[in-house]
């Protein structure tokens, strides 16, 4: 599980691998959460959204790793065009049923995260994912 997890939008994968040392910082657009491990709800969250197996989108190398990983330190994940575009077109009310179902998820694995804490998280990713579509960007995930 990770301490620290932000997610934040860059032109690329060079300028997102700029963030490995010490995240994004307050320049950049971002969202800063905790407590759950990011690598898996990304792929979690592309299978309840999108749909896709979760071994499947794992051996396909999602999410995709841009910087980071040898020291098993910090890491700068890239989230993949499709759950960013999921993302940025879900109405809220689907971002409701992925947080409920993403929620009983991770209570069945014995972590607790809260379906209001889940909504709030995919929503605010998702109005992330909505900025970065219009501004030419795509989205990343620091994890500490």
Known sequence: MS??????????????ALALRTGPGRAESSL?????DAEEAVVEWECLLVG??????????EPCVV?????????????SPRLSAALADAERS??????VAWAARRAEDGEVIGTEIAEVI???L???????RRQGQEVYCWVA
Do not use: H, Q
């Open 67 to 79: 910087a980071g990983r040898d020291d098993a330190g910090c890491v700068v994940l890239a989230v």
């Open 94 to 99: 689907r971002l409701r049923e992925v947080a």
């Open 3 to 16: 301490t620290i997890v932000e997610f934040f939008m860059a032109p690329d994968d060079a300028s997102a």
């Open 122 to 124: 995919l929503g605010d």
């Open 32 to 36: 800063s959460f905790g407590n759950f």
């Open 126 to 132: 998702a109005a992330l994912a909505g900025d970065a």
């Open 52 to 61: 896709g197996g979760f071994e499947e989108l794992v051996e396909a190398g």
